[in-house]
């Protein structure tokens, strides 16, 4: 049924909403979700989320990252990085540790920031499960505006 092109594809998506999908109640995940449709209810998952450019959520999501191109209603509860892509369209309040949004991306609601260790502390035990690299850009970054500001201070 499923050849190997199908396996590649979905190599780490535990879960796909597809387009054509209308999924209602609550969805919850040890692993990564994708959605392409229309879900109407909350997501939680520990791994990722992404929202495909067409999708459209009416609900709250949860997740260590989440990666946004539709449309949500509701809350964000990212322990690692929000990113918003010029697509997307989020009405809602967002809790997060790292915020993104791409020119175009259109936000209404409260940003609230999780302390650096509650997020580091999240996204150590997500990345344990599964074996996720963390990015030395953000550790590159943030030494880099560390050394500016040791250099004000001298």
Same mark, same amino acid.
């Given at each position: +049924? ?6 590649? !594809? ?7 909403? =597809? ?10 995940? *040890?692993?990564?979700?994708? #959605?392409? =449709?229309?879900?109407?209810? *909350?997501?939680?998952? %520990?791994?990722?989320?992404?929202? =495909? ?7 709250? &999501? @949860? $997740? @260590? ?7 949500? %209603? ?6 690692? #990085? ?16 790292? !915020? ?13 920031? +999780?302390?650096? @260790?509650?997020?580091?502390? $999240?996204? %150590?035990?997500? $990345? ?11 550790? *590159?970054?943030? *030494? ?6 040791? &250099?004000? $201070?001298?």
């Amino acid at each position: +049924m499923f050849n190997k092109k199908d396996t590649v !594809f979905r190599e780490g998506v535990d879960t796909l909403v =597809g387009s054509n999908t209308v999924f209602s109640g609550n969805i919850e995940s *040890d692993g990564t979700v994708r #959605i392409d =449709g229309k879900v109407k209810g *909350d997501v939680r998952v %520990e791994g990722d989320i992404y929202v =495909g450019e067409k999708a459209l959520i009416t609900g709250s &999501l @949860a $997740a @260590a990252n989440v990666n946004l191109a539709g449309t949500v %209603e509701g809350n964000i509860t990212a322990k690692g #990085i929000l990113k918003i892509l010029s697509t997307a369209k989020l009405y809602g309040d967002i809790k997060v540790n790292s !915020f993104v949004a791409d020119e175009g991306a259109l936000f209404q609601g409260k940003c609230s920031m +999780m302390d650096i @260790a509650e997020g580091e502390k $999240a996204t %150590e035990k997500s $990345a344990s499960k599964k074996n996720y690299k963390k990015s030395s850009v953000l550790d *590159d970054v943030f *030494d880099e505006k560390e050394k500016n500001n040791n &250099l004000k $201070a001298d």
